[in-house]
């Protein structure tokens, strides 16, 4: 795309991720809209939010399918809002969801794609955030994420080249922000970045202050700018302002504007947008606003919208003659981004992130951070498994997509990660449209999985996958005589690095009858280490406030969790291989907490559920962990799997927090782990599925595992968290496990790091009936040497027939380690004598790029703006620290 040349383009940057794809420099911003230096700018941004999923699923959202839930077609609002945009060159639209978008290009003749990519050369046209959905931001890990904005990115550079790429990441729904989603949207090379949802009290402060646009440094890690990101929070949410929605689905006024007419309202409508652009200007910082016109699914008849915006933009212009200082434009983030970095102005940094959200004083929108947690650990698996079709497609080359197990491929779980799918505020059929499609995905993967390891093994016997083994169920094992045991570790041994494949290892099994009464003992947990307790969930029934717990927000009716029960039932298990304490607290929790030999690593397995609500009040169940740290109310959370933030109760770093909620103000995503130290001990929690938690005690850290709710929430999913089926009809049972590991804190990430990567990316197990063929070979590595401890493969997946993509990163922060905290080299060079490379045998495959972890992702030079700061001093916790970066630390 090299000699494509575009009004309305934009440079991105590689973050120093893969090749440099140089492009003309001189076509950026053109297709913007002139501005006046000496009036107020305000720019209007017709968008819609189409969710991939939510009340409908995605195909009856894209089709306009089940409108008596909600009013929603995706498809004509693309049909629309082509045909509106070709009849004014002014106009402009932002499309999000390239999931959609996909769709409905695919179905297009050539005369129409023609015709948008000519809306798209012209700037008029412009795709904003570009991943297949709009990601969660609480729930999600960094590695499913970046799969998901390669796999829409891809597609708009293919289809639209350079003119198709977004220069603003646009996250106008997630209820909350982390700080690794801006720092991978920075090293993806996006220019800003734009939302709209903030807590209550942040946002005022912002207000007062105007520093609702600022300069988000999002790694402690990255030198600075590498992971900066400006950042912007837009006024209405993501909705227009009061009484200008045009919308079929809006009731305001359209503009009447024929004088004749007794109810000609052009004076009205103009007085009144100008006193709403001028209270805006009040609490930003710059001659320009944005106002975002448009919302949930609409434009489906977008001429509605065009013509009262056209008319908008003309009449209050008009006023300019009369003496007005406010000038109106069609826009997009992008162009208006353009002007406040035209501005020249320094900004306020910021250096944590945007949870928890909340909209009032007794609404913490932190219980969708546990909510469905069958759908979360279901979502993490199918990641995993997805890695593993990635690696042996590779490494099984052509024969893995077609070989003797017939035609393989990858079902994308792209859609799994939109904001209201694995965060689990979607409706009950909507949930398990996701649960199917990616058990869909899984069943077409595992051909291509048969097939690599037909190749590497030399044997083409038939594999089973026992999907059912959490609850140890596996009919192939349970019915033959000898079963081999294919065990695929797809990204490497904890104690080698090494990416492996183990192909067989014969099962020996010997089942011994442990129900023993003289195990059965009763377990005191009246000075618990580890012991489960409940809230009850408030029903909004109180005098403080009206709000219940609900699938997005965590209520308590109490801040004093009750424990489940004082005392167990217990068994203790000792083997050669492990040892195991079974606790049984009633008839719908039990634990097992399990030691394996030469482990120092303690497993606490869960099984809860079904809840019970025979009482009339919902359930919020939680493990509580009790320790002797002296942890002085501070806790660690990582950040979307990768970077840990330090939280400390009741407090937030940028602004004074009025706490009205102890528990729920108090709860933070835990997407792999959590921790809490003092200057000895270090305990650390690694979860195998995002959950909400916190530290409310000293020494102390909670974890929830279930919620069931009996009331809606009223944030528009219009359904209770009450999860049951023709399985579990009295309620959902969920299993989970926690790996709890006690180190010193200097050398605790040393543990902590890989022991996250093995819960996320865990061993593949296939099985095959009888005797092994006597040529299979049994063993297979993918690396002729180790990584480095520091380093990992983060992805390894065919691009095209010809080229592969490799990620590789540093995993560890620039702090956290004494030995692994340093920057790493890796040589992938081969040796043109020998034909080798030195560490790693490519030689069947061209790489496309080598790189941090969102390459691929975007293919272009470094960030075309930068930004002034006001300081590089950052209040953390009531102490200052500046900034002073001694080295580059590679991530």
Known sequence: MGGQSCLGGGLRSLSAFLFLLITDRSHIWTSCHATKPDMLNVHLVPH???????????????????????????????????????????????????????????????????????????????????????????????????????????????????CGRPRVAWHIDPFGHAREHASMFAQMGYDGFFFGRLDYQDRYQRMMQKEQELLWRASDSLTPPMADLFTGILPNGYNPPDGFCWDQSCSDPPIRDDPDLEDYNVDDVVKRFLNIASAQSMVYKTNHIIMTMGSDFQYENANLWYKNLDKLIHYVNAQQDLGSRVNVLYSTPSCYLQELHRANLTWALKTDDFFPYADDAHDFWTGYFSSRPALKRYERLSNSNLQTCNQLEVLGGPTSTNGPFGKGDKKAMAVAQHHDAVSGTEKQHVANDYARRLATGWQHCQVLVSNGLAVLSGSTAQRFY???????????????????????????????????????????????????????ILFSCLNPVCCVFRYNASDGNNSESIQPSGAYIFRPNSSTPFLISSTAKTEFIQTSVVQEVRQWFSPWVSQVVRLYAHSRTLELEWTVGPLPIHDDLGKEVITRIDTSIESS????????????????????????????????????????????????????????????????????????????????????????????????????????????????????????????????????LTFTDGDLHPDAKLEFSGLQAALPPAVHLLTLTQWDAQSVLLRLEHQFQSWESDVNSKPVTVNLQTDKQTNKQTDKPWQKHNLLGVGGPTGGATDQPWRSVRWQVESDTVYINSVTHTHTHTHTHTH
Request: with cysteine; hydrophobic share 35%; charged share 25%.
């Open 466 to 520: 026992c999907d059912y083994l959490n609850i140890s169920v596996c009919p192939l094992t349970e019915s033959s005589k000898k079963v081999t045991q294919t065990h695929t570790f797809y990204l490497y041994f904890p104690w080698d690095n090494v990416y492996k494949v183990c192909l067989y290892t014969t099962i020996t099994a010997t089942i011994t009858d442990y129900n023993n009464s003289n195990n059965n």
């Open 633 to 764: 109310e501070i806790f660690y959370t990582d950040s979307n799997g990768r970077e840990v933030l330090q939280r400390k109760k009741d407090f937030r770093p940028t602004w004074h927090l009025k706490q009205s909620e102890p528990i729920a103000g108090n709860y933070y995503p835990i997407n792999s782990r959590a921790y809490i130290k003092d200057d000895v001990d270090q305990l650390t929690v690694v979860t195998d599925r995002s959950q909400g938690g916190s530290s409310i005690h000293n020494g102390s850290l909670e974890i929830m595992l279930h919620r069931r709710l009996l009331y809606d929430d009223v944030r528009g999913v219009a359904e209770p968290l009450n999860e049951t089926s023709a399985i579990f009809p009295e309620g959902l049972v969920v299993r989970g496990r926690l790996l709890l590991s006690l180190d010193r804190p200097a050398s605790a990430a040393d543990k902590h790091r890989p022991l996250a990567q093995e819960m996320v990316l865990q061993p593949l």
């Open 48 to 162: 819609t939010h189409d969710d991939v999923g939510w009340l409908k699923t995605v195909d009856q959202y894209y089709y306009g399918d089940r409108n008596d839930i909600q009013h929603a077609g995706v498809q004509y609002i693309l049909d629309s809002v082509v045909d509106q945009l070709l009849k004014n060159p002014d106009r402009r639209f932002i499309y999000v969801e390239t999931a959609f978008f996909y769709r409905w290009w695919k179905r297009q003749d050539s005369s129409m794609k023609q015709t948008v990519q000519q809306l798209v050369n012209e700037g008029r046209l412009e795709f904003v955030n570009g991943g297949w959905c709009m990601s969660d931001e609480a729930t999600t890990h960094y590695s499913a994420v970046i799969d998901q904005m390669t796999m829409g990115l891809r597609f708009l550079n293919d289809t639209f080249g350079v």
